[in-house]
């Protein structure tokens, strides 16, 4: 059975950090990529990061600070998030997909994982 289990949510304040794990299970992926949704918004790519070179894409608002990367040998995927601030609360899902190309289209991906919650606070 394909798992992604999300970890390492919770609340910080304005300028902090968080560091979100994702551990998948099952299959191994070529591509992950780490989306969010805020209440009323639809859910929005934040990074991606594939290939054997483990290229990398972020969304314009996350740039220099938040930082995707993996460990291949442990199927995990990790968000850096640095300098938060109180617009990046969401709900950040970890998603997946077995071919070799990033894509920042939620409906690339067929594996998601549940989600976990990221409040900052002003």
């Known amino acids: 059975q394909v798992q992604l289990v999300e970890s390492g949510g919770g609340l910080v304040q304005a300028g902090g950090s968080l560091r979100l794990s994702c551990a998948a299970s099952?299959?191994?992926?070529?591509?992950y990529s780490w989306f969010r949704q805020a209440p009323g918004k639809e859910r929005g790519f934040v990074a991606s990061?594939?290939?054997?070179?483990?290229?990398?894409y972020y969304q314009d608002s996350v740039k220099g600070r938040f930082t995707i990367s993996r460990d291949n040998a442990k199927k995990t995927v990790f968000l850096q998030m640095n300098n938060l601030k109180p617009e990046d609360t969401a709900v950040y899902y970890c998603?997946?997909?077995?071919?070799?190309?990033?894509?920042?289209?939620?409906?690339?991906?067929?594996?998601w994982g549940r989600g976990t919650q990221v409040t900052v606070s002003s």
């Open positions: 990061i594939w290939g054997s070179g483990d290229s990398t």
């Open positions: 099952g299959r191994t992926f070529s591509t």
């Open positions: 998603a997946a997909h077995t071919g070799a190309v990033g894509n920042t289209a939620a409906d690339y991906y067929n594996f």
